[in-house]
């Protein structure tokens, strides 16, 4: 009889076990550049020489921030793993990644990276950051926008195939699409453009296999109920976190004028959809400032104007787990 017990007892423990979990987070990095002038692009506003005065010291405080911001979504889990996956927005090109995993707070984590190298005129991509340890990088791919009329070229789409711990494909796709500069309507084609090339792909992955692991992180520029979300939501895409919310008093990933509003996102597959254990905003007090005009708190920038903040980013981090 205590033999069976004991069965039973390993029969259920087994499974629990066998649980492996993926932790993504998301984070717009507030305009990551580095100090040597593209020319190519229009980064004069971060360079030595401009009114800004972005210089060596306040690029490693900002790389060492951003490691510090990325680390600290751990808190959020016993054991307190560093994510697997860290979708970033608003970098520069590979020299300020090679910085961020290679010479930051982050070294030790040892961290790969993958980032486009995009047409926007400010120099602007999107990156990827993953442990190689839990997760294997197959096959990169980047989405190339063709511009509307009227529309300045954007952010290239990063698609990025991996292979997780438990041998699971894993399909991500980060995005940071256009932003409502010109007003929210003028704009809004532009959006919508974006999700729908990005639904094309999603699309073409779904068909092929219903149950494909399809997670999409990035600044969509848009609120949950915009049109380009509900676009996206149609192509059997679940925004996951549409009521994330900090421990602390955040009621978004972004604040502006008082009103907390989230600008980030996160969309998985159907099959992803019922593994999410957690979806949350890191808002840990470093990360946020007293918001001395409106009251509350919002998040600790690294700019306040032209007046350097030594702060970490407009945005607030989303941090994702998956149960697999």
């Known amino acids: 009889m205590k033999n069976i017990f004991l069965l039973v007892i390993l029969i259920i423990y087994i499974p629990v076990c066998a649980q492996t979990r993926l932790i993504a987070v998301e984070l717009n990095t507030e305009n990551l550049y580095d100090t040597i002038h593209d020319s190519l692009k229009n980064d004069q506003e971060f360079l030595p020489d401009s009114p800004r005065h972005w210089n060596s010291l306040k690029y490693w405080q900002k790389i060492n921030r951003i490691g510090k911001e990325i680390i600290s979504c751990s808190e959020y889990f016993p054991g307190r793993p560093l994510p697997d996956i860290v979708a970033l927005c608003e970098v520069e090109n590979d020299s300020v990644l090679f910085d961020l995993t290679r010479r930051s707070l ?11 190298s ?42 990025v195939t991996g292979r997780t711990v438990d041998n699971d494909t894993l399909h991500v796709f980060v995005l940071h699409s256009p932003s409502r500069w010109g007003g929210e309507i003028v704009s809004r ?18 068909v092929a296999n219903p149950k494909a692991n399809i997670i999409v992180m990035g600044d969509f520029n848009d609120y949950t109920d915009s049109k380009a ?73 690294n700019y306040l104007g032209m007046r350097f903040n030594n702060g970490f980013s407009d945005h607030l981090p989303l941090v994702l787990e998956i149960i697999f």
């Not at 999700?195 to 094309?200: E, G, H, P, W």
Request: hydrophobic residues 35%; proline residues 6%.
């Open 189 to 206: 084609p532009y959006r919508v453009h974006v999700i729908n090339r990005l639904c094309v792909a999603t699309d073409s992955l779904l």
């Open 229 to 301: 979300l509900q676009i996206a939501y149609s192509h059997n895409l679940f925004n996951v976190s549409h009521d994330a919310k900090g421990s602390n008093g955040a009621q978004g990933t972004y604040r502006y004028k008082g009103i907390w509003h989230s600008l980030d996102h996160i969309l998985v597959s159907p099959n992803l959809a019922h593994r999410v254990n957690n979806c949350t905003i890191n808002d840990q007090p470093f990360l946020t400032e007293p918001d001395e005009q409106y009251g509350g708190i919002k998040p600790r920038r």
């Open 106 to 116: 982050l070294r030790k984590a040892r961290y790969e990276y993958v980032v486009t």
């Open 118 to 159: 995009s047409p926007d005129l400010r120099g602007i991509n999107v990156a990827l950051l993953y442990s190689p340890f839990t997760f294997q990088c197959l096959r990169v791919d980047t989405m190339r926008i063709t511009p509307l009329k009227n529309m300045r070229p954007t952010r290239d789409i990063l698609h």
